[in-house]
């Protein structure tokens, strides 16, 4: 059984409980929970015992996130941003499955400071918002759908850089990886490929079939760069023999990488890489 410790709206109440079913007088040995469903909260009062439906959402107040503690941020945000984060988290799971709930906390409190920006004619500017679109398609796909909840919900509406944002932490729950290091994956990914477009002159057909499997390949050597994972094959002497050019450039673009990650790599990564390059120019 659950306790009612604060109600926060008609939708969302946060109570206190054990693992087993018992009634207790005090909070001692309990943990506290935020439980999000309709009408959760309407006619409940302070210090009465609940039961929760199968079909709610529950989640743990002793977490702590990167943007702070679970329950400072419940305290902090409008009911209302944890209901938004709640319904995009349902979403993500019919598209991915199993995914993190717990980023409904930095969630809802990204979704405060965007609708405090909305509401004082603000805008925060996400220059990866392309990258972010075509890196994480899914996820933003996944992002797009706090647009009408929100609107719904509070009037507001959101524009493609917040979005970019989200679907950064939709990204984040599928995967067990803070924002700041998919934001991250995100700007390398940019770099290297204005880095080439500046080195061959050539403006990047951002549509092109190969352009989408250069950015996820260098998305994936991030990951790599990070993991020491082996790639099977090594295509560096036919490369740097086809394409001495592209070869070097690629090296670069690795040898940039490492220095920004402080990570040694594999040299098949540069055959690898140049491969996609080759490709994405167009070189014969």
Same mark, same amino acid.
Do not use: W
């Given at each position: 059984m659950y306790r009612v410790r604060k109600v926060l709206n008609h939708n969302?109440?946060?109570?206190?409980?054990?693992e087993k079913n018992i009634e207790q007088d005090t909070d001692e040995g309990m943990k506290t929970y935020l439980?999000?469903?309709?009408?959760?909260g309407f006619g409940v009062k302070i210090s009465e015992y609940v039961d929760i439906p199968a079909e709610a959402?529950?989640?743990?107040?002793?977490?702590?996130?990167e943007r702070g503690n679970a329950m400072s941020i419940v305290n902090a945000v409008?009911?209302?941003?944890?209901?938004?984060?709640?319904?995009?988290?349902?979403?993500?799971?019919?598209?991915?499955g199993n995914v993190d709930r717990n980023i409904v906390f930095p969630m809802a409190d990204h979704l405060a400071?965007?609708?405090?920006?909305?509401?004082?004619?603000?805008?925060?500017?996400?220059? #990866?918002?392309? +990258? /972010?679109?075509?890196?994480?398609?899914m996820e933003y796909q996944v992002a797009e759908t706090v647009v009408p909840i929100l609107e719904q919900k509070?009037?507001?509406?959101?524009?493609?850089?917040?979005?970019?944002?989200i679907a950064l932490h939709v990204h984040s729950a599928i995967v067990n990886e803070n924002v700041s290091r998919s934001l991250q994956t995100a700007q390398i990914v940019r770099n290297c490929i204005s880095y080439i477009e500046e080195k061959t002159g050539q403006k990047l057909e951002v549509t092109s079939l190969?352009?989408?499997?250069?950015?996820?390949?260098?998305?994936?050597m991030v990951t790599r760069f990070e993991t020491g994972e082996i790639l099977k094959m090594n295509l560096n002497d036919y490369m740097e023999m086809k394409y001495p050019d592209?070869?070097? #450039?690629?090296? +670069? /673009?690795?040898?940039?990488?490492?220095r920004l990650l402080k990570k040694e790599y594999q040299d098949a990564e540069i055959g690898y890489l140049a491969m996609h390059i080759a490709r994405v120019i167009g070189v014969e």
């Open positions: 969302s109440i946060i109570v206190v409980g054990t439980v999000l469903h309709k009408g959760i959402s529950i989640y743990s107040l002793e977490k702590t996130t409008d009911p209302v941003c944890l209901e938004i984060s709640d319904a995009v988290l349902d979403e993500a799971e019919k598209v991915f400071f965007a609708i405090q920006r909305i509401k004082k004619g603000e805008s925060i500017r996400n220059p #990866l918002k392309d +990258d /972010i679109r075509l890196l994480f398609h509070t009037g507001h509406i959101i524009n493609e850089d917040e979005i970019g944002f190969g352009y989408n499997r250069m950015m996820n390949h260098i998305r994936y592209t070869f070097k #450039l690629a090296a +670069d /673009i690795c040898n940039q990488m490492s």
